[in-house]
């Protein structure tokens, strides 16, 4: 089947339709991620070594600070190894949602006039995001062989894993991109909802540190249902098997669904307002 042409100004495609046409642009999708990597790094004298830079300078404070001068444990030792680990991924889930924010008003003239299904603008930050987490696998390896903690056969959920942040992210990311043309306040409220977001999932803690009785109880039914929770866990069962919960995996997968199929269906109802304010 040949590629959709036309300008189509929203609205007036089923979801199945809109998928179909993202998927007959995919090699556009893909000239885009590269591009977008290629642009990031380009006057950089490190490359790519940014990308990584942040959570692991993030990694060695929260070590310290948890280590050195906090006395009590959280998490599973080698705990720089259970910190990266965690700071990786929450590095790509919050560089996707904030930047999916202008995903649509920083390419407004694309948006408005090209054929492109613009919610490509959307999954392009959240893959370029994740190729970035692709290319940071190697140092959470460094600090693997250092601690002689090698992966077990739970790396086979990776594949997972990396599929529930994309469809998290995307989701998040198309009911975020539009409402932000029309409403500019929502990039200072994402700001600080990921802010609080970042203490209130597990990265810097297991799930572990808040269980218990009584009010304990009820904060960790609150973090399990957080879809963070179940990915994080994901990501770390190669290393941390005693992480995975299949039941936190599953409140994850539940709520990841239920954001994506609220995205497509807020940015369905969007994109044609959005077009007269981009």
Known sequence: ?????????????????????????????????????KVRYASSMLGYV???????????????LFTQVITRKVGFPPYILFLVSG??????INSSINTSVNALRSESQMVRSSNVPRELWVLRVVLSKGTEYVFSLPVLAVFAIAYSKP????????PLAMLM?????????????????LVRDIRSVVRIATRALFFLSPILYSLHDVSGGGKRANIASFVSWNPIAGIMALF???????????????????????????????FNRLERPMLKEV
């Open 165 to 181: 942040t994309v469809l998290l992210c995307t989701g998040v990311g198309m009911i975020l991109a539009p409402a932000a043309v």
């Open 236 to 266: 770390r069962a190669p290393f941390f098997p005693q992480e995975l919960n299949w039941t936190d995996v599953a409140h994850s997968a539940i709520v990841t669904s239920i954001l994506f199929v609220l995205g497509v269906w807020t």
């Open 151 to 158: 992966p077990n056969h739970y790396i086979t959920l990776l």
């Open 87 to 92: 700071q990786l991924v929450w590095q790509w």
């Open 1 to 37: 089947m040949g590629r959709s042409t036309g300008f189509t100004s929203g609205g007036a495609l089923k979801p199945a339709a809109r998928a179909r046409r993202v998927w007959e642009f995919r090699r556009i999708l893909g000239l885009l991620i590269s591009r977008d990597i």
């Open 50 to 64: 940014w990308a990584v830079l942040d959570p692991l300078a993030l990694s060695a404070v929260y070590w310290f």
